[in-house]
């Protein structure tokens, strides 16, 4: 078990333009989970797959915002446009189906928009 | 919508001290609760949490937190702490009712450990 991996675990970038992390679960973990977590505050719910399915995407901050998980492994979260407000950290997080409540949280991706 | 309310945004401890940590929740219905730890520059790390049983819950690094329905609340505490337990603390809720969705966190405690 090497635990949940996020890449990168940094990334600068200019206004406007896009970024993309990945995600790689724990190996038999079938459900995955991106958060975003800003400074002084809690992790906020983005979205959630299982499998390779996408079952809840309406907590994403905005349409600039997407996510895939194309063969039910790992995941990339893309934010398009970005803005100086999506500076955060970005996590990810995996689950098994059948212990579905404890969720298995990888490092993080620190954002920083320029 | 459920939300986590942390009252303590920073508790000062000294070391070999015991500490709670207040988390209240809201919602009529039935909940699991999670209380995480986060390291500086790390991700979060289970400390525990109540599916459903026993109200008084043990966790790792010798945490211990009470389910109490009836104030909906969900404290976390030790009964001596370590330099090592210096770190920040998040409370979670996820409703039980079924269904796909991610956990609610509160905005976290800072528990800082004075020697």
């Known amino acids: 078990d090497t635990g949940v991996s996020q890449d990168p675990r940094h990334k600068i970038t200019k206004r406007g333009q896009n970024v993309t992390f990945r995600c790689d679960p724990i190996?038999?973990?079938?459900?995955l989970y991106w958060y975003r977590q800003t400074l002084g505050q809690g992790p906020e719910f983005l979205t959630y797959f299982q499998n390779e399915a996408q079952l809840e995407k309406s907590r994403l901050l905005s349409d600039r915002f997407s996510a895939e998980r194309p063969k039910g492994s790992f995941s990339t979260l893309e934010i398009q446009r970005t803005e100086q407000g999506d500076s955060a950290m970005y996590l990810c997080a995996s689950s098994l189906e059948e212990l579905q409540e404890t969720q298995y949280f990888g490092p993080g991706t620190r954002l920083l928009v320029l | 919508a459920q939300s986590v309310t942390q009252l303590d945004s920073q508790v000062p401890v000294f070391e070999e001290a015991p500490v709670e940590l207040r988390c209240n929740y809201s919602s009529s219905v039935s909940v699991y609760l999670f209380w995480y730890v986060q390291y500086p520059n790390q991700g979060l790390q289970l400390l525990l949490k109540?599916?459903?049983?026993?109200?008084l819950v043990k966790g790792i690094n010798g945490f211990e937190a009470e389910f109490n329905k009836s104030q909906t609340s969900f404290h976390l505490r030790k009964p001596s702490v370590h330099i090592s337990d210096t770190a920040e603390y998040f409370c979670a809720v996820k409703y039980s009712g079924g269904g796909a969705d991610g956990l609610t966190f509160g905005k976290g405690t800072h528990l800082i450990i004075q020697p």
């Open positions: 109540y599916l459903s049983g026993s109200t």
């Open positions: 190996s038999e973990h079938n459900r």
